[in-house]
């Protein structure tokens, strides 16, 4: 509940199609491509059209884009980020699990002798 007045849809455009409307099925085409498919993405591109050539409003929106590109690096960097480390959590596991000394997996995930330590405890804590 975001409580703040304004109603927002969450429209998730890789879902499941079999329980939703052509109709719907088109807006969310039309979402995730910008693909005309039927009458109303017709009418909705040409109001997008309006709204993105508005001298007004050119700055709203390519601010707003500019707002979605940025995100999207940084849940990308923030992924990235995130998956070096569970890959190097995994790899330490495994090592740990194969009785490896703990200076041997320091040197070779470059984490410090603490933090192999640390993910040691952690392995004899889930076991």
Do not use: W
């Not at 509940?1 to 499941?16: A, H, K, P, S």
């Not at 088109?26 to 005309?36: A, H, M």
């Not at 601010?63 to 959590?89: D, F, P, S, V, W």
């Not at 790899?91 to 000394?101: A, R």
């Amino acid at each position: 509940m975001l409580d703040d007045g304004v109603t927002r849809v969450f429209i998730n455009t890789e879902g499941d199609r079999h329980r939703i409307s052509k109709e719907l099925a088109n807006l969310i085409d039309y979402i995730s491509t910008g693909e005309v498919t039927d009458d109303y993405t017709r009418q909705l591109d040409d109001e997008v059209n309006v709204l993105r050539n508005d001298p007004g409003r050119e700055l709203c929106y390519m601010t707003y884009m500019q707002t979605i590109l940025e995100n999207r690096e940084m849940a990308y960097e923030e992924g990235t980020a995130y998956g070096r480390a569970q890959t190097t959590k995994d790899f330490v596991l495994s090592m740990l699990q194969d009785n490896e000394p703990l200076e041997k997996i320091a040197k070779y995930t470059r984490l410090t002798l603490e933090q192999v330590r640390e993910l040691a405890t952690s392995l004899h804590q889930r076991h």
